[in-house]
């Protein structure tokens, strides 16, 4: 099955959308660890706490199959993260999804130019992506090509779901 890494912000990451989509993966037989900045303790936004797995530097881009990055109001702070560009870049031929304001990081990156993506409804957010290339669209979920993003914690069962299909067809 895929290996998949998933992104949290070291502080404020959304509980929901790290934990909803990580265990509809994992039922589906996929191997997921969770990256951040460092290796320390973690805090989601609704008081989740957990340890990373590993640090994003130490995170090489051929091991894994796909990425996803979790949102939240901590996310915004994975976009300013030179390690956290470096490795999206690395992955950018593969799968590659982000939810709620995680698809900050993906524009950062400069992989959605000319791409179809949805991101939380922040006039800022919405802005980076249009100006980094991005074609926005509303909707719960948005696939374009390797690239799969979601709007926020309401969608967090879909994105899961969308995420394991499209593993599904990249076999």
Avoid: W
Avoid at 28 to 47: D, E, F, L, P, Y
Avoid at 82 to 98: C, N, P, Q, T, Y
Avoid at 106 to 133: N, V
Wanted: aromatic share 4%; proline share 5%.
């Amino acid at each position: 099955m895929a290996k998949i890494l998933m992104i949290i912000a070291q502080n404020g990451f959304r509980d929901e959308e790290l934990l909803v989509p990580k265990q509809i993966l994992e039922h589906a037989g996929h191997n997921v660890k969770v990256a951040s900045i460092t290796r320390g303790k973690a805090t989601g936004s609704k008081g989740t706490s957990l340890q990373p797995d590993l640090a994003v530097y130490e995170a090489n881009p051929a091991f894994f199959d796909c990425v996803v990055i979790v949102g939240g109001p901590g996310s915004p702070a994975l976009a300013e993260n030179g390690e956290v560009i470096d490795f999206v870049l690395g992955m950018s031929k593969k799968l590659v999804a982000a939810i709620c304001l995680g698809p900050m990081t993906l524009a950062q990156a400069g992989i959605l130019k000319d791409k179809k993506a949805t991101i939380f409804p922040d006039r800022s957010a919405i802005t980076l992506l249009r100006q980094s290339g991005g074609v926005y669209k509303t909707g719960s979920v948005v696939v374009d090509g390797n690239i799969v993003t979601a709007d926020g914690p309401q969608s967090a069962e879909q994105f899961g779901t969308t995420i394991v299909k499209m593993l599904g067809e990249l076999k």
